[in-house]
Every structure is written in structure tokens, then in C-alpha cells.
């Protein structure tokens, strides 16, 4: 079974061209997507989409079976917390709560209990990298530390689709290379992963498959030579 299914989507935002237009697409469990294309392509319009941020104008869209275009706010916001991880460019780090915090506010949310939430933030602190950081803010940490929390914070909750908008974009070229490994260790531990990028070389080194977006069309859909 698909776990992403985007039938006919279009997004209209205004009387212009469409943000995306009768845009149909499958991503299989297990896939590392990179979403390529200019400025105003529709790159983020389609993260929107999947993440049951925004509707589209026309069409179908489905995560992990669920209807994400008929969802209500609420609805939209639980399967946020259940079934989608996302990282973002400038982190989105909150600097009044300690890395530890950081990572345990999603479990906190969706209603976890405190010793399993704990117990999971340690797991992922170390798997990532950076538990010696759990009790530092992140001001303290360098970029690509603090996208390591940010990735461990979309982690927490086991979700099977991780977004990542632009991940490396914020980064200076040694911690880009560093989440580059990143992403490609977790999609070959089976996370699947959708992600927007400008960085050509962050698609050829994590992405088992890479779509070209060009004025909400796609122009290029390529699988990636088995790494």
C-alpha cells in the first residue's frame, strides 16, 4: 500500500497560474523524496499539502490511507502529531526550553506518558549524536547541532512520513554534509522522507528518488541508482 496518494491536485491561491496544477503522485513506504525546482514551483505548496497545513483547491490527498483534504483543523492537527515528523529550514527550536524539552514537547502533546517520552528523547539524543547536549539550550549549539534536535524533535513520535523543508539551508557546508548522512541513515533504517531543496547535492546523497517541479507540473520524476 502507498503511503502518500495525490490524485489531480490542484492549488489556487489567486487568479494567477496555480501554485500546483492537476498534479498526481505515489510515494511507496521506505522512499527518500526529493522535490527539486525553481522559486514558486510549488515545492512548499506540496509539504503544505501533506501535512494537512493547507487544502487543496481540487483533487484528492492521502497519507498513510487518511483522506488529509477532508480532515477538519482538529483532525489535521492529531494527524500532524501522529503521522508526520518535520524539519525546517531555520530549525524552529524553542531557546527557553532545554534540547531535552525541545524534543519531548511533541510527546507531550500527543499524550505520552512522561517515562516513555523520556526514555524515547534519550534513545534519540544518543542515536543522533547529541545527548550530551540534553540539558543545553539550543542558542549554545551550532546550526547543525541544533538541526540534529530538530530531527530528533520529528522523531519522537514514531511518525512514518517525515517532511523536511529545505533542511541544509540554513547550514554552513560542513554541518550540510553532516545532515545529508543524516537523512540517508535514517531512510536506510526505512524512514520515509519527503524533502524541498534547492541543494542538488543533498537530493543525490539521500534521495532514492528525485521530482522536478516546474510551475506546479511535474517535468521530472527520476529513481535514483541503488546506493
Not at 502518500?4 to 501554485?19: F, N, W
Request: overall charge negative.
Amino acid at each position: 500500500m502507498s503511503l502518500i496518494e495525490l490524485s489531480d491536485v490542484t492549488k489556487q491561491y489567486d487568479a494567477g497560474p496555480p501554485a500546483l496544477a492537476s498534479l498526481s503522485l505515489t510515494v511507496q513506504p521506505g522512499e527518500a523524496i526529493a522535490v527539486v525546482g525553481p522559486s514558486g514551483s510549488g515545492k512548499s505548496t506540496l509539504l503544505n499539502l501533506l501535512a494537512g497545513l493547507d487544502k487543496p483547491t481540487a483533487g484528492t490527498v492521502a497519507v498513510g490511507g487518511q483522506r488529509v483534504d477532508a480532515m477538519s483543523e482538529a483532525a489535521s492537527a492529531k494527524f500532524r502529531r501522529q503521522q508526520v515528523g518535520m524539519i525546517f529550514q531555520f530549525f524552529n527550536l524553542l531557546d527557553d526550553l532545554t534540547v531535552s524539552d525541545n524534543v519531548l514537547l511533541p510527546a507531550q502533546l500527543a499524550g505520552m506518558r512522561r517515562d516513555a517520552a523520556t526514555s524515547r528523547a534519550s534513545d534519540l539524543l544518543q542515536y543522533l549524536g547529541i545527548d550530551r547536549f540534553a540539558d543545553s539550550y539550543p542558542s549554545r549549539l551550532s546550526g547543525g547541532q541544533r538541526q540534529r534536535v530538530a530531527v530528533a524533535r520529528a522523531l519522537m513520535n514514531r511518525p512514518p512520513l517525515l517532511l523536511a523543508d529545505e533542511p541544509t539551508g540554513a547550514l554552513d557546508t560542513t554541518s550540510g554534509n553532516d545532515v545529508r548522512n543524516l537523512l540517508a541513515a535514517l531512510n536506510a533504517d526505512g524512514q520515509t522522507i519527503v524533502l524541498v531543496t534547492h541543494d542538488l547535492g543533498l537530493a543525490e546523497a539521500c534521495a532514492t528518488r528525485t521530482i522536478e517541479l516546474v510551475d506546479g507540473h511535474v517535468t521530472r520524476d527520476v529513481t535514483a541508482v541503488a546506493r
